[in-house]
């Protein structure tokens, strides 16, 4: 799969108004929440150097904890949520600290930033899906008692997850055209209702008013984690905690109060929601453990390779158009396409793509965005000079388009990111682009030709195409994320336990 590609995920930034961000930071309270009640003074004295956990070489201290665990506490109150004693949710909060240490260190490692320009990009996007100004969800923000400092901060942190994602893991999912032909025959040769139109210029702008839309559904779950490399006795201890807790929770114990004292999901502070999404956006495993439940029923347990999982069913029906974004982000993968453009989509697709090739230098702790600026530069000037630009690619390109001279084909609009395609769509054939940064490094672009084509069925299979991506991309990202884990020095000491079944 070439990297410059995009197979995008909204669910980190596009956060509703009336959600809860993953790491934690509520986005509007609810009515009716209860004050919060002080930390006990004990916890704070727990350790004396005051370090809850050290990740690779870096501390967590027990101060930054408490002051997680109050804001946790808050939000839990807002969803009406039953709160867990302090030193659980001391626990809690203190395993998504570390999971987003590791997400950091690893981002660093790779050399990916955030600028100002992605979070303000970001800011708008979450406006416009709400169908509000920027300075209407900041007010909307403080009057739920969170800065908007704390707002944007977590922003941040959220793209950064995305652009991780997309340089970890999206390339790594393969769909062959074999799997494609037999999605499309179980669905009739229809069109999916989660995938997105390419020619769209603004695939992330909200649908039109309809009066319904595809097929939702909305799950939140409780997770037993099972670390990689787990015993045999291990696995079965953990499926014991797993079964106890489907106990309680169908003698009428309240979900989301459990899921918040004893989930390893990220989503655990949130009462263990997962969102609400088109039905073929979730994993298979997920879809066939909830097929025959109904909105509050709960399945049995299903294992996954990250552990064990308890759903329910939060919401199941079809999806009004008119209204404001979801209580929760939305899946990971294309936007749905409007209903208008599937309409349109039935007929003929005059699609103009353009074939280009690029030269790609990947920003990393050696490699500062300076010097790939500066090392495309030269290239480019080698290529002015009178060098053939496809003889530079296959030797300096770190893409896999490198040994065909950086050639990517016939690109259709929507099938690269943003940046990239913005310099593409800039330039005339046989020209080449300055450097261009985009989440993949820095790229220099060359248009060779235009064409006008017919893309309805090449429309059908990239609409497959993504349905099949969504529905495997957060497996293999928990997956990615698990061994990232197992592959840290982690010492949680608020939580021992948890450091020996890491071993």
Known sequence: MRSVHAKRRLASILIPILGVTSSGIAVAAKPGGNKTEPAPAQQSQQFVDSIAAVVNQQVITLQQVNAEARAAQQQLQRQKIPVPDFSILQKQVLQRMITEEVERQEADRLGIKVSDAQVQQAVQTVAGRNKISVAQLRQEIEKSGVSWD??????????????????????????????????????????????????????????????????????????????????????????????????????????????????????????????????????????????????????????????????????????????????????????????????????????????????????????????????????????????????????????????????????????TVPAFEQAMNALEPGQISEPVKSQFGWHLIQVLERRTKNMENEFKRMQARQVLFQRRIEPAFEDWLSQLRSQAFIDNRLDPQSNRNRR
């Open 150 to 415: 704390a707002y944007m901060d977590n922003l941040r942190k959220e793209v950064r997850m995305d652009l991780l994602r997309q340089r970890a893991v999206d390339s790594t999912i393969v769909i062959s055209d074999a799997e494609i032909d037999a999605f499309l025959k179980t669905q009739g040769n229809q069109l999916p209702s989660a995938a997105q139109d390419p020619r769209a210029q603004q695939p992330q702008q909200a649908a039109p008013v309809q009066q319904s839309g595809p097929r939702v559904l909305g799950l939140a779950q409780i997770l037993v984690a099972v670390p990689e490399g787990a015993s045999s006795s291990q696995v079965q201890e953990l499926r014991k905690k797993a079964e106890s807790i489907l106990a309680r929770v169908r003698g009428g114990a309240d979900f989301a109060g459990i899921a918040a004292s004893s989930s390893d999901g990220p989503e655990a502070l949130s009462g263990g929601e997962l969102g609400v999404r088109p039905a073929e956006g979730w994993p298979d495993l997920f879809l066939q453990a909830t097929e025959n439940l109904k909105a509050g029923e709960t399945s049995a347990i299903i294992q996954s390779g990250n552990g064990f999982h308890i759903l329910k069913v939060l919401t199941r029906g079809q999806a009004s158009q008119g209204g404001a974004t979801a209580p929760r982000a939305p899946a990971p993968g294309p936007a749905p396409v409007a209903p208008q453009a599937q309409q349109q989509a039935q007929g003929p697709m005059m699609v103009t793509q353009t074939h280009a090739r690029h030269i790609l230098i990947k920003s990393s702790q050696v490699m500062s965005d300076e010097k790939a600026e500066t090392r495309l530069k030269q290239l480019r000037q080698r290529i002015v000079n009178g060098e053939k630009f496809e003889d530079l690619a296959k030797r300096s390109s770190e893409d896999v388009t490198a040994p065909q001279g950086g050639d990517l084909g016939w690109l259709t609009p929507g099938e």
